[in-house]
């Protein structure tokens, strides 16, 4: 269930920044490519503190929560560089 919040938050930030770039690419031509970057980093960020509460508060190993950081950080971050190439 948690992983599953993940992805619809990320998803839902991933539209935030994709239509903050869009919006702001009239007045600054790079913004879409600003915008996915930012996004990605701050994904990369969060995904990390999740892996990192799962492994200090919940008591899972690395090796448990490091396929659980991959999917949730790989998933969001492939589906943006793919927009931005594809439709931005």
Not at 14 to 26: E, K, M, N, T
């Amino acid at each position: 269930m948690r992983t599953g919040l993940f992805f619809v938050a990320g998803f839902l930030l991933l539209a935030a920044s994709l239509l903050l770039g869009r919006l702001f690419s009239a007045n600054y031509p790079g913004a879409a490519v600003v915008a996915t970057l930012a996004y990605v980093v701050l994904w990369l960020l969060i995904a990390g503190a999740n892996m990192w509460i799962g492994v200090t508060k919940a008591g899972y190993s690395v090796a448990e929560e490091l396929p659980i950081f991959g999917l949730i950080f790989v998933l969001p971050a492939a589906l943006a560089i793919i927009l931005k190439w594809k439709v931005l």
